[in-house]
Every structure is written in structure tokens, then in C-alpha cells.
């Protein structure tokens, strides 16, 4: 072998050997290492390889905050949040607070970690999920309907933008999965002592086309829990009233009682039923949704 091929040789295994080197410090790939070597490894160890603070290049996607929106009567972008309190199922389930928690478990992801998440950070901003969905988890004392306390139900409301169609003017399919699967988890986590659940079945029926620029209702509950297994089905709903992001030059004006689920004109556009199941390694999985 002559000298110029030993010294190529040489040169690429070295290329090799820091290209090793700094893909391995990689947040993402470490976590993908530490999974592979099993639940022994516990969550701290998840916690070290992820960055706590990170400063990306560009800017990452977020929902629109309530200093963004403007009231109506400005013309510009609706106040979600204000329209969202006039729900007549909202206010009940306020109203109820006992038996059902309010939260917005994606503002709750740390910021570094959810411009890496698919829904709280891929899918949010102007256009796509307008807002942080709101989500309501009833209680385990409310839990009566199937005799176990483990067992929960959740109320989802959310606004999907016309930046998330399929075929021009209808929201992908794949979208409705997506949120079908995020609040699937959510309510299945109370029957879990991780709080944890991956997806080992998810069926989907759509019955409608769903509509952009509208507000959503994604009703979920527990219908059976066996040991590490949950079950949920749910169905999801589009309410009446049309809510562009920008308005148009009229501005917007609605009758209120269409923002009632059972409105005329509200389309129930899809129903699905999963099952869960809490991993064994659930332990060395990094937490989510510090709410």
C-alpha cells in the first residue's frame, strides 16, 4: 500500500472518529442511546442530556399569546381566549371545579424542549393551532361511570387555522389524528402510576370534512383499565362560527348561542377509540407536562 493511500486512510478514520464524537453529544441522540439500554437508566439521566436552555437559531413557533390577540371590535385578530370563555360548555365546566381541572398542558412544557414538540411546538402558531388547547380533567371522585377510580374524562378546546389543510379549504385528517392521540394520553394518564401512556392502537373515523378557521371540541373518557392497559374513545366537533386569524375588513360578528356544541351548524366530524398502554420503562422517560 503506498504512502498517499495510508495517509487517506488515516485521514477519514479521524473525520470518522470526531464526526462520532460530536453527533453522541447530541441531546436527541443521547436519549435515543439511553432508551436502547433499557428502564434501568432512571429519569435524571434524561434530564442531564436534555438542554435546559437553548437558544435556537431562529425563532420558534408559538401559540398566539393574549397580548397578540386584539378584540373584535378592532377588526384584527380575534380574542380567542375572550370567545372561548362565552362557551356555554366552558362556563359549565368552570362552574364545576371540583370535578374538573382546567389546564393548558402545553404552556407548561419547558421552552427548550417544546419547539421540539409536535403539537406544542410544530403545529402552534398563527395559521395552524392558534392557541394552547385548553383541556379539562375531571376528577377520580367523579370518575362513577365505569367504577374506577383510575379512570378519567377530558374536554378539549382549540382553534385550527387554515394553515393545516389536506385538500385546499379542509383540515388534514392526519391533523385530527394528532389531537385525537395528545388528548387520548392526557385523559389515560390518570389510569397509569407514571402518568404515562404510549399509543398501541388508535382508530380513527371521519365522518365529515373538518373546516378551518374554526373552534374545536375534542371530548375524551376512559371506558376500561386492565393493569398497564387503558382504553378511551372520544369524538370531535366543530362549532358554527367562522374565526379567521386576520378578519376580514367587515370584522367579525357572531349570534352567541353559536358557540353551543349542540348549535345549528355544528358538525361532529370525527369519533375515535385507542388503547394505551404504560411502558415498562416508564420510569426513565423524561416528564412532559410539569402541571
Keep these: 500500500m503506498s504512502g498517499l493511500q495510508q495517509a487517506t486512510r488515516r485521514l477519514l478514520r479521524q473525520s470518522m472518529t470526531t464526526a462520532t464524537k460530536v453527533s453522541a453529544s447530541t441531546p436527541l441522540i443521547l436519549i435515543a442511546r439511553l432508551h436502547q439500554q433499557g428502564p434501568s437508566r432512571s429519569a435524571v439521566v434524561h434530564e442531564q442530556a436534555l438542554p435546559q436552555t437553548q437558544a435556537p437559531s431562529v425563532e420558534a413557533p408559538s401559540f398566539l399569546s393574549r397580548a397578540q390577540q386584539k378584540p373584535l371590535q378592532n377588526k384584527s385578530t380575534p380574542d380567542f381566549d375572550a370567545i372561548i370563555s362565552q362557551m356555554p360548555l366552558v362556563q359549565s365546566l368552570r362552574a364545576s371545579h371540583d370535578s374538573y381541572k382546567e389546564s393548558r398542558p402545553h404552556l407548561a412544557i419547558p421552552p427548550a424542549m417544546r419547539q421540539h414538540h409536535f403539537v406544542g411546538g410544530s403545529l402552534a402558531g398563527a395559521g395552524k393551532l392558534t392557541l394552547a388547547p385548553y ?19 377530558v374536554v378539549s378546546v382549540f382553534h385550527i387555522g387554515r394553515d ?10 392526519g391533523l385530527l389524528s394528532v389531537l385525537f392521540d395528545e388528548v387520548f394520553a392526557r385523559c389515560v394518564s390518570a389510569a397509569f402510576p ?7 392502537n388508535l382508530n380513527v373515523d371521519f365522518r365529515k370534512p373538518a373546516l378551518p378557521d374554526h373552534l374545536y371540541v375534542l371530548q375524551a373518557e376512559t371506558v376500561k383499565v386492565e393493569g398497564r392497559k387503558a382504553w378511551v374513545q372520544g369524538r370531535m366537533t366543530y362549532l358554527p362560527v367562522h374565526l379567521p386569524v386576520q378578519s376580514e375588513a367587515q370584522g367579525i360578528a357572531f349570534d352567541s348561542a353559536l358557540l353551543k356544541e349542540d348549535a345549528e351548524g355544528a358538525t361532529m366530524v370525527s369519533e375515535a377509540k385507542a388503547l394505551f398502554i404504560e411502558p415498562k420503562f416508564a420510569d426513565s422517560m423524561v416528564s412532559v407536562y410539569r402541571t
Design 135 to 153: 383541556m379539562w380533567t375531571s376528577s377520580p371522585k367523579s370518575n362513577k361511570s365505569i367504577g374506577n377510580s383510575k379512570a378519567s374524562s
Design 164 to 173: 393545516l389543510c389536506g385538500h385546499p379549504g379542509f383540515v388534514h385528517g
Design 194 to 200: 407514571s402518568g404515562l401512556g404510549m399509543t398501541a
